[in-house]
């Protein structure tokens, strides 16, 4: 590891200890979540740079690549950082990508299926500028769904613009917001993009290429969770005593933390596989990875969280425990993006028409 990441790691490892204390996160969950109260956090974010890293700095961005911004994501994850970190690093990239400014302030991505149709459980869209990105409805390939080529942007938003289907909207705060959450209580909202929304015709494969940001950044926030949460519970049986001795010296103690070692490992991995293969655009090996690292995610989640609490006992579940705090998350992450079943199917998809109609399932698999 070079001495630039390593000095990454460790910032935003200590500005989020700063700031996300226990019983501070704890009160941002629910109805009690405060966008004023998180100003400082965010500040702080910002005036360091780490919420833009990885999208270049002609667009308004702080340079750095794919890896250094999954490094962030990871720890916002353990940290369990009530802003949307991760949302605005994906969305920076979206932006950066179709040649379009970065606005300040946080962002938050999401990926439509008609821009008359309000977003649904858009992560802080109550707070943040909402990036969307999207295929018009009516102008897409009955077979693949995919766009089709010189399709007219549907309604007046884009009036008489050919873009060959895909488009992409920059809401700044909107006003029309219905406020919900997710289980860990973190903002998840519906969006109406309105007429005052910026929107403009963007390349082919945007949206494709968002949603690939999406789901390698929940990944990553998955990732960091779990290595939180067995960090949480490894301190846990070690320090806990039953019989007169601690509890980690229990054969069937030491059986499930290897196990809930295995799944974080096995997480993690395949977080950092799809970071090397990057978010990819269309068909290919770079798609089939992060699709891979989110149903292994998603998968593990259960797993990790479920071990936790059976370690834990009781305690794990009182409303102001580390490991409430992030056994929530990943509950809540692990449906969010594509669910293990979606994503599995996916890739299952993608195997049958490789081996029949494309390369073929070695390269497939290999590439």
Same mark, same amino acid.
């Given at each position: 590891?070079?001495?630039?990441?390593?000095?990454?790691?460790?910032?935003?490892?200590?500005?989020?200890?700063?700031?996300?204390?226990?019983?501070?996160?704890?009160?941002?969950?629910?109805?009690?979540?405060?966008?004023a109260?998180?100003?400082?956090?965010?500040?702080a974010?910002?005036d360091t740079?780490?919420?833009l890293?990885?999208?270049?700095?002609?667009a308004g961005?702080?340079?750095?690549?794919?890896?250094?911004?999954a490094?962030?994501?990871?720890?916002a @994850?353990?940290?369990?950082? %009530?802003?949307?970190? !991760?949302?605005?690093l994906?969305?920076?990239?979206? +932006?950066? /990508?179709a040649? =379009?400014?970065i606005p300040?302030g946080p962002?938050?991505?999401?990926?439509?299926?008609?821009?008359?149709?309000?977003?649904?459980r858009?992560p802080?869209g109550?707070?943040?500028?909402?990036?969307a990105?999207?295929?018009?409805?009516a102008?897409?390939?009955?077979?693949?769904?995919a766009?089709?080529?010189g399709?007219?942007i549907?309604?007046?938003?884009?009036s008489?613009?050919r873009s060959?289907?895909?488009w992409?909207?920059v809401?700044?705060?909107?006003?029309?917001?219905?406020a919900?959450?997710?289980?860990?209580?973190e903002?998840?909202?519906?969006?109406?993009?309105?007429?005052?929304? @910026?929107?403009?015709?963007v %390349?082919?494969?945007? !949206?494709d290429?968002a949603?690939?940001?999406?789901? +390698?950044? /929940?990944s990553? =926030?998955?990732?960091?969770a779990a290595?939180?949460?067995?960090d949480?519970?490894?301190a846990?049986?070690n320090?806990?005593?039953?019989?007169?001795?601690?509890?980690?010296?229990?054969?069937?103690?030491?059986q499930?933390i290897?196990?809930?070692?295995?799944?974080?490992?096995l997480?993690?991995?395949?977080?950092?596989a799809?970071?090397a293969?990057?978010?990819g655009?269309?068909a290919g090996?770079?798609v089939?990875a992060?699709?891979a690292?989110?149903?292994q995610?998603?998968q593990g989640?259960?797993t990790?969280?479920?071990?936790?609490?059976?370690?834990?006992?009781?305690?794990?579940t009182? @409303?102001?425990?580390?490991?409430?705090l992030?056994t929530?998350r990943?509950w809540?992450?692990r449906?969010?993006?594509?669910?293990?079943?979606?994503c599995f199917?996916?890739?299952?998809?993608s195997?049958?028409?490789?081996?029949?109609?494309g390369?073929?399932?070695?390269p497939?698999?290999?590439?």
């Amino acid at each position: 590891m070079t001495a630039e990441r390593e000095l990454l790691r460790t910032t935003i490892a200590d500005l989020l200890n700063e700031h996300c204390p226990t019983e501070r996160v704890a009160a941002a969950s629910g109805d009690n979540w405060d966008a004023a109260r998180w100003q400082t956090l965010w500040r702080a974010l910002e005036d360091t740079g780490l919420t833009l890293v990885g999208s270049p700095a002609e667009a308004g961005g702080s340079g750095g690549d794919l890896a250094a911004a999954a490094d962030i994501a990871m720890a916002a @994850g353990a940290a369990a950082a %009530p802003v949307p970190l !991760a949302e605005t690093l994906a969305a920076a990239m979206v +932006l950066a /990508r179709a040649g =379009l400014d970065i606005p300040a302030g946080p962002l938050t991505l999401a990926v439509a299926a008609d821009p008359d149709v309000p977003l649904r459980r858009v992560p802080y869209g109550r707070w943040a500028t909402t990036v969307a990105v999207g295929a018009d409805p009516a102008d897409t390939d009955p077979d693949t769904g995919a766009p089709a080529s010189g399709a007219l942007i549907s309604g007046a938003l884009i009036s008489g613009a050919r873009s060959g289907g895909e488009w992409l909207a920059v809401a700044s705060r909107p006003v029309r917001v219905q406020a919900g959450r997710n289980l860990a209580g973190e903002p998840r909202d519906e969006v109406e993009l309105g007429a005052e929304a @910026g929107f403009h015709v963007v %390349p082919a494969g945007t !949206a494709d290429y968002a949603q690939g940001l999406l789901r +390698l950044f /929940r990944s990553l =926030l998955i990732a960091g969770a779990a290595q939180r949460a067995l960090d949480l519970t490894v301190a846990y049986v070690n320090e806990r005593e039953q019989f007169g001795r601690a509890l980690a010296r229990f054969p069937v103690v030491q059986q499930e933390i290897a196990r809930m070692a295995g799944e974080v490992a096995l997480i993690t991995a395949a977080a950092q596989a799809a970071v090397a293969a990057g978010p990819g655009v269309g068909a290919g090996g770079a798609v089939a990875a992060v699709v891979a690292a989110k149903g292994q995610a998603s998968q593990g989640a259960g797993t990790v969280a479920a071990i936790a609490h059976q370690l834990h006992g009781a305690i794990g579940t009182t @409303g102001e425990h580390r490991l409430r705090l992030t056994t929530t998350r990943l509950w809540s992450w692990r449906d969010e993006d594509g669910p293990a079943a979606e994503c599995f199917a996916e890739l299952g998809r993608s195997a049958l028409h490789a081996a029949h109609r494309g390369s073929g399932l070695w390269p497939w698999l290999t590439g």
